[in-house]
Every structure is written in structure tokens, then in C-alpha cells.
């Protein structure tokens, strides 16, 4: 069993920066592909970036160039960088973790833990 917890969030004008974090417990961090997913009021979970085990990284087309995923496999951590952000990043952010093979790196239903959410306000 993982436990993920996600922080970082907060309110920001258009334009700034946020750092989102995600603590994983276990041994087994770096076996994990990590994935960070967003949820708007009244929309779908949608995925925003992943990082698989080896480090290789995916981006949604929404984020990419202002985005930017990293773990850290010593701290047991998935950091994701927000910059350049604008009011429709407004979202609650999740972190992920699951044994997922790349080709579904992008799809909600792979990852097998969730971390409880953190808020990201973006104003106008």
C-alpha cells in the first residue's frame, strides 16, 4: 500500500508560478511511474504530466513549455513546476502512482493510488 501526499497549492495571478509536491510512503517508490492529474468544477479528471520510472517524461498539450515534472527517487517525491499560469489551470491537482506501462501513462484508470488533493487558484 502507497500513501500520497499532495501539497503546494494556493492562489496566484495570472502569470506565476506554483510548486506542487507529492510525498509517497514505502520502498517502492521508484518502481512507480507518477503521474499528476487535475480536476476543474464540473469537468473530468484530466491528466497534466507523468513521469515514468526510468524518468522519462509526458506532457498534456494544455501544459507543455510551462509545466515541468521531476521525482526525486531519494525523497520518496514527484514535484511538478507551474509557471506561466493562467486562470483555466484553476483546478484541484492529484498526484498518481501505479505500475503503469507507458502507453498508458495518460489514462486515469492505470494508476492504482491517488493523493488527496491540493488547490490551485489561478485569478485573472
Known amino acids: 500500500q502507497v500513501q500520497l501526499v499532495d501539497s503546494g497549492g494556493g492562489l496566484v495571478q495570472a502569470g506565476g508560478s506554483l510548486r506542487l509536491s507529492c510525498a509517497a510512503s514505502g520502498h517502492t517508490f521508484s518502481t512507480y511511474a507518477m503521474g499528476w492529474f487535475r480536476q476543474a468544477p464540473g469537468r473530468e479528471r484530466e491528466f497534466v504530466a507523468a513521469v515514468t520510472w526510468r524518468g522519462g517524461t509526458y506532457y498534456a498539450d494544455s501544459v507543455k513549455g510551462r509545466f515541468t515534472i521531476s521525482r526525486d527517487n531519494a525523497k520518496n517525491t514527484v514535484y511538478l513546476q507551474l509557471t506561466g499560469l493562467k486562470p483555466e489551470d484553476t483546478a484541484v491537482y492529484y498526484c498518481?502512482?501505479?505500475?503503469?506501462?507507458?502507453?498508458?501513462?495518460?489514462?486515469?484508470?492505470?494508476?492504482?493510488?491517488w493523493g488527496q488533493g491540493t488547490q490551485v487558484t489561478v485569478s485573472s
Open positions: 498518481a502512482a501505479g505500475w503503469v506501462p507507458d502507453n498508458a501513462i495518460v489514462r486515469r484508470a492505470a494508476y492504482d493510488y
